[in-house]
């Protein structure tokens, strides 16, 4: 009942928010298909374009899901609405996380299909596909910490959730790559070019440029700590949301 009511109440501005999706992958799509007339997109930048736009648009969405918790003419209603903090946390997880997702992968595959069949290319080409594509995996995985991220942005802050929270996020970011970098120099006694934590070091031996990069059985190690680092921050989100008071 709580699903169908909140759907009702916001399924406007939810198809809103699907036609400027549509339409920025439109345009995204369109732009990089006709900048260039010898060949089609090729799938590294049909991955990047995913990326990007799956991390931008999927972070903007959930920002707004627990905007009425930061309104107080709309809070009061919001909070005192007779259903469990539960429900009202599990809706708004629902439509952020996997309705988006579900109507994300649906759509970006059929754009990059229709606009490429709208010119004759002289090679054959491509369409993104999640099930065939390598990397996908991690950009879902990265998308599932962003989400989390957000989240708790939409219920700790009151205000500007998105803009707060991609601050925190860079500067973040930005310190940890700095600290990477110095427990990095300390570790091999040596200079490095660039490490990007849990990544790869580049560094110079005499003129030789060498590059280490973690090894293939690492993998269910990042993908453990990625599912831990976005569980414990939906979690963080959940008690929030129980916290929020009238």
Known sequence: MLFIKHSTE???SYLMSFGVLVGVLSLGIGFFTYINNDEPMN????SGVFAIILMLAGTMFTSNIFADMGDKTKAVSALTLPASHFEKYLVGWVYSYVLFQLVFLA??????AIILNTRHWPVRFEVFNIFHQRGVAWILMLYAILHAAA??????FNKLHFIKVAF???IGLML???INKSVVEIMLGKSIISAVPFAFVNFFEGHNLFSISPSANTDVFFICLSSALALILWAAAYFRLTEKQV
Do not use: D, E, N
């Open 10 to 12: 916001h399924y406007k």
């Open 43 to 46: 799938m590294p930048l049909q």
């Open 107 to 112: 759509v970006y595959p059929a754009i990059i």
């Open 151 to 156: 989240m708790c942005g939409a219920i700790f």
């Open 168 to 170: 925190i996020f860079f």
């Open 176 to 178: 940890l790559s700095l």
